[in-house]
């Protein structure tokens, strides 16, 4: 009689390698911003909706205002603001009153308006570091939208000048470095695609540590170490490995930021509980990878156009957008259950929970609402409920054998 | 407490008996709950959860082997839930772990076959569970966030601020004639919030303001859980679970909010976690341990 353990693959052994190099990368880019000395300018940004690709072009160095997951970090952000804003833009502010290395390094800090939470974040980073505010345009399908937002890409461009001392940013210069991220995100999907797999070679946390990579790590590093990633991990397992032993539950991660740091429910899902998170849909995992930026015509309408029309935050219109593309990405993953993670006062992800979980039951898809934050003081809690929501997905699965699996399964119905 | 399984089921057969002497314990964060089966036989034991999770499962333990006479070796699976179910470790037993959700839905399922929905208010949380009835799983189920409002914890500061012991806190407010308004759901709050109270109370009056009070807490933690459970919806077959159900004082408040009527267990359904646990373990003994069965 089989067990319904998960056996673990065998690692291959390029894969911990190259994991392990990428993860000094992103170590020593920090460090290389930190310790920079040639007179680049240092820029922070605060969301996904800043379009790095003029940073890369303007030659400054960057990375994201990304860390979270340290309850001290978010106590010292908390100094600054109410207690109801979520534990991620407390860190963010954290981080600068703390005086971590990285964000005391930096010579400004751009945010561009995504939630209300974040834009009164970086007023208050303002304290710490120059900052500029500029918008996002919420409703998407609106021609004035897209020629707003082609300007505030133009004046994003004329304030790096300013801030460089540069010629502003070519279109030439910046359509390079728009080919050039849209590789990067070609890989990271590629590599995320991997994760379809009946047994996947990543787990969630493996792939939550490679795309932080993206934030920090300048491209033209980042793209070797990611190929290497990309045929190591490719290579294991294999079609052989998925009958070896039973599958592990299969689940999305969808909502608010899971951050740089943040591996609480990462670590129960995957490390205690032995499922997977197969795919997610949030800003930190694979979401981000999944559109490109059109690499033709003007490049400055492009990047506006490839932001704008990017998988979509919560926080744009039509919502329906988000809740499509979550729904399609389960299809596409064959999950069999999704966690909704928003961060407590969230107030993008946190107030659409409702749809969110109604648009993946009608799909036949069990939801699991997790709000969290940075403590640790309700781990026992998270546990039991994470445990008792795959143990009914474990039972269900007992009853409809997913088609993927046929000889699983088989097993598994014949032990009932 | 030894019982026939026939009593404490409201059913007219009993599908729960195992192989082997079989051991569900349910550490929880405040009171441990131990069940042993034997053939039809449930013995039930009960002790309040010390410092040491494993000391106190292991009072447990020794209390059902004395009960039943039985021996370590002769108990065939424990299967642990709770809390404290994480902690627990036995060298020579097979063990393993369930979480109180899926434990709480089995127990009520056997204690009470027509179960639907379950309120399972425990030490430090409170969860709203909604099972299959053919087979006793859970199909959905919320919990509390990580504060103490509408937990027994809750329950159990009121009573201190109020001088009783938590078992006449229930009681207590049944004989209240006009519920104290406590709006707080926070711990913390509700208690500045029932001292103010109190000291408003004229002091002729001292025992009426005092059944006010502990009838205004039951009720604020009703609501909280009346919220919860609106998540998932009620459907009848209602039973309630967990240290807080032999609160009598909670059972009518609840009643009250919710406009329906729980199932009257035949056993203390502070067990339905241990019981669980149990049938858990008898099933784990027949599919997972067909090693132990060749050596019968």
Known sequence: MSSTKIHSLPAAPALPAALASLDALVHSAQDALVRDRSGARKVGYLCNYTPIELLDAAGVLHARLFKGGDTARAAAGEFYTQSVFCDFTKSCIGAFEQGDPLYKAFDKVYSFHTCATMKRAAEVIELFTPTRLLNVPKLRKHDDSRRFFREEVLSFRDDLAALTGNAPVSADALSAAIRERNALRRLLRQISELRRRALPPLSGRQFADIARAYYYVPPALLRPALEEILAAAGATGGAGAAAAGATPIRLLAAGSIIADGDRRILEIVEEELGARIVIEDNCAGARPFHSLVREDGDPFAALADGYLDQSPCARQRPFEDALEFSARLAEQYAVEGVLYVFLKFCACYGVVQKQFIERFNAAGLPVLALSSDYSESDRGQLLTRIEAFIEVLREKRLFAPPPAEPETAGTAANRI | ?296
Request: aromatic fraction near 6%; proline fraction near 4%; glycine fraction near 10%.
């Open chain 2, 1 to 296: 407490m030894q019982h026939h399984a026939l009593d404490i089921t409201t059913a007219t057969r009993w599908d729960y008996a195992p192989l082997r002497p079989v051991i569900g314990l349910d550490i929880g964060s405040r009171g441990s709950k131990g069940i042993l089966l034997r053939g039809d036989d449930v013995f039930t034991a009960f002790v309040a959860t010390g410092l040491y999770m494993q000391e106190t499962a292991d009072e447990l333990l020794a209390s059902l082997l004395a009960q039943s006479g039985e021996t370590l070796d002769a108990v065939g699976f424990i299967t642990g839930t709770g809390y404290g179910r994480i902690s627990l470790k036995y060298e020579t037993t097979p063990y393993k772990v369930v979480t109180e959700i899926s434990c709480h839905a089995m127990g009520a399922h056997a204690a009470l076959p027509e179960t639907r929905t379950i309120i399972d208010i425990g030490g430090q949380d409170s969860k709203a569970i909604k099972i299959d009835p053919a087979t006793g799983k859970v199909i959905e189920f919320v919990m509390n966030d990580k504060c103490a409002a509408g937990t027994g914890r809750f329950l159990e500061k009121a009573a201190v601020l109020l001088g009783i012991e938590l078992d006449e806190l229930g009681p207590v407010a049944l004989e209240a004639k006009n519920p104290a308004p406590v709006s707080s759901q926070c711990v913390v709050f509700a208690e500045s919030e029932m001292i103010s109270l109190r000291a408003r109370g004229e002091r002729n009056h001292d025992l009426e303001a005092r059944a006010n009070i502990a009838a205004g807490v039951h009720y604020s933690a009703a609501r909280r859980v009346k919220n919860l459970l609106g998540r998932i919806g009620i459907q009848p077959g209602l039973a309630f679970t967990g240290g807080v159900s032999n609160n009598p004082g909670m059972w009518r408040v609840l009643e009250e909010l919710l406009g329906a009527q729980f199932q009257r267990p035949k056993l203390d359904l502070i067990y339905a976690g241990a019981l669980g646990a149990a049938i858990y373990a008898a099933r784990a003994l027949a599919t997972e341990a067909p090693a132990l069965r060749a050596g019968l």
